[in-house]
């Protein structure tokens, strides 16, 4: 769910097998998106992924690089992420976000074109939107603790005034 003029367009690599069953984005209840928006600051209370909809009127939107579900990124051709990153920067083009929110280095690199290592936080500005990657909150990233993935969805919010 995505409107021009946003605060910020959060963007996820592609919907996973419970999202799709569940018709809605991080809707595994291992995945810690949502409690994330909701403990830094981004929304005011903690959405289930069937109200990912109110995100618009909190100036924020949601979509996937890539559309098509799978059990797991690695499960992505090479020819997907291509076809979504030229989709997303035609979207983005016409939607003009303030800043755009990759969940997940996976995504970002797919977007960016980038091979090697991706710090979290603030990356290089697409166009005028500022850009920042933050740690996937699947309950398959071992790579950050929750604390840390608060630190950097906090970091978001302070970006965007919130």
Request: proline share 6%; hydrophobic share 45%; aromatic share 8%.
């Given at each position: 769910?995505?409107?021009?003029?946003?605060?910020?367009?959060?963007?996820?690599?592609?919907?996973?097998?419970?999202?799709?069953r569940?018709?809605?984005?991080?809707?595994?209840?291992?995945?810690?998106?949502?409690r994330?928006?909701h403990?830094?600051?981004?929304?005011?209370?903690?959405?289930a992924?069937h109200?990912?909809?109110?995100?618009i009127?909190?100036?924020?939107?949601?979509t996937?690089?890539?559309?098509?579900?799978?059990?797991?990124?690695s499960?992505?051709?090479?020819?997907d992420?291509?076809r979504g990153?030229?989709?997303?920067?035609?979207r983005?083009?016409?939607?003009?976000?303030r800043?755009?929110?990759?969940?997940?280095v996976?995504?970002?690199?797919?977007?960016?074109?980038?091979?090697g290592?991706?710090?979290?936080?603030e990356?290089?500005?697409?166009?005028a939107?500022?850009?920042?990657?933050?740690?996937?909150p699947?309950?398959r990233?071992?790579h950050?603790?929750y604390e840390d993935?608060l630190?950097?969805?906090?970091g978001v919010?302070?970006?965007?005034g919130?």
């Amino acid at each position: 769910m995505v409107a021009p003029g946003l605060d910020a367009i959060f963007v996820g690599v592609n919907p996973g097998i419970v999202s799709a069953r569940a018709a809605h984005n991080f809707a595994n209840p291992s995945n810690g998106f949502w409690r994330l928006m909701h403990e830094s600051g981004l929304v005011p209370r903690r959405l289930a992924p069937h109200e990912e909809g109110e995100l618009i009127a909190h100036g924020l939107g949601l979509t996937n690089l890539v559309d098509r579900v799978t059990r797991g990124v690695s499960d992505l051709t090479p020819a997907d992420l291509e076809r979504g990153r030229v989709s997303l920067a035609a979207r983005l083009a016409v939607l003009r976000p303030r800043a755009v929110v990759f969940v997940g280095v996976t995504a970002y690199r797919a977007f960016a074109g980038v091979k090697g290592v991706v710090v979290c936080g603030e990356q290089e500005a697409i166009d005028a939107a500022r850009v920042f990657v933050v740690p996937s909150p699947s309950g398959r990233n071992a790579h950050y603790r929750y604390e840390d993935m608060l630190g950097f969805f906090r970091g978001v919010a302070r970006a965007l005034g919130r």
